[in-house]
């Protein structure tokens, strides 16, 4: 889970994205992390060494070293082409005379050997080329196989994310219609209570009032009535109080009952 990346972006449904201030927005946060960031000593000590000398041949390690010592290249060396004499002072010399006549023959085969190879190609370079060529063909054709399979798998798997994104966002936005209308009915249920708290309030008020009022003593009693004690008039006033709870109590309840069946109808 620590190595895990967890990508918080869906671009096909994402919006806002050329909006002004967004771009601006982004760079910021690129600026912050980096000044933020410290990296360590050796990032990639994780990694084997690099060997940047396992692909050099002597022919280059001689060339490094002199490019490293700034010597000039050398001349290409055409001593070999060349028919000289004996030097002049072994022109009577018979070892010199044949060393040059070895030269001679030498190099008469080496014409001889590139005449011959003009020949060969005179004769089969055409249809060698034409094989090489076909070869090239049958190289460039797979090669635009593969191609073409590479681009057919990188399309299959925008099309794949694009469907995962889309179908997502139809949920994301399912669930966020959802939750909206919980919020508001429990902000109705909320406004609800504090209506049915303001009733209860008001009753208690009224009730707290009327008692206040029936303990003033009257001389309006008519005669032969039954005089009704303090004490009597509380309890009925309690009784008749706790009358009127239990069915603001009942009342609530039943609009608690018919609120969460309405939300298990829209789930």
Known sequence: MANEIV??????IDQGYDEPGVREAALAMVEEETRRYRP??????HLSQLNITAF???????????????LPMEVLSMKRYELPPPPPGKMNDLTAWNESVEN?????????????NLELIMDYGCE?????????????????????????SIQEINWQR????????EKLRALES????????NYEIEQAC????????????????SVEINDVPTDLQEPGEPETSASEKSIIETNQDSENAEQVNENVAEEEVVNNEANEKDN
């Open 7 to 12: 990508v918080d972006a869906l671009p096909y």
């Open 162 to 169: 694009k469907s995962m994104q889309t179908q997502g966002g």
């Open 56 to 70: 050099e041949t002597d022919v280059m390690k001689h060339e490094f070293e002199r490019l490293q010592n700034r």
């Open 104 to 116: 001679s023959c030498a190099q008469l085969e080496h014409q001889a050997t590139r005449i011959c």
């Open 128 to 152: 060698a080329w034409k094989s090489h060529l076909e070869v090239l063909v049958q190289m460039v054709s797979q090669a635009q196989k593969q191609l073409q399979t590479l681009r057919k």
């Open 178 to 185: 959802q939750w909206v209308g919980l919020v508001s009915k």
């Open 40 to 45: 360590t000593k050796n990032y990639l000590e």
């Open 194 to 209: 504090v209506q049915l708290e303001q009733e209860i309030y008001h009753i208690m008020q009224s009730r707290t009032e």
